[in-house]
């Protein structure tokens, strides 16, 4: 069982930056996909961005344009840049690993902590 650590949250100001990262251990982190998600106090969680094993990215339509996500395999890791952030960008970010299939189903049974990000003034 992959075991995942979110970081890099925190407190920003409307229009401010960060920079997520998610390690993860064992050996299947380079052949699968990584997502990233969040959930917002009294919503489900949602998927945000992922990329595939060959390091193709998506990205629902209300990040695009503003998040990256990219992995760097050497390091089992996993990041997400955020920019122009907005204040519905707050939330508890999470990120799993998986085939890409589960990951844009959001079908897993385990989660790392979270990380999370607050977008006000």
């Known amino acids: 069982q992959v075991q995942l650590v979110e970081s890099g949250g925190g407190l920003v100001q409307p229009g401010g930056s960060l920079r997520l990262s998610c390690a993860a251990s064992g050996s299947a982190f380079s052949v699968n996909a990584v997502g990233w998600y969040r959930q917002a106090t009294g919503k489900g969680r949602e998927l945000v961005a992922a990329?595939?094993?060959?390091?193709?990215?998506n990205y629902a339509d209300s990040v695009k344009g503003r998040f990256t996500i990219s992995r760097d395999n050497a390091k089992n890791t996993a990041y997400l840049h955020m920019n122009s952030l907005k204040p519905e960008d707050t939330a508890v970010y999470y990120c799993?690993?998986?085939?890409?299939?589960?990951?844009?189903?959001?079908?897993?049974?385990?989660w790392g902590q979270g990380t999370q990000v607050t977008v006000s003034s």
């Open positions: 799993n690993v998986a085939p890409l299939v589960i990951i844009v189903a959001g079908r897993l049974d385990s």
């Open positions: 990329i595939t094993s060959s390091g193709s990215p």
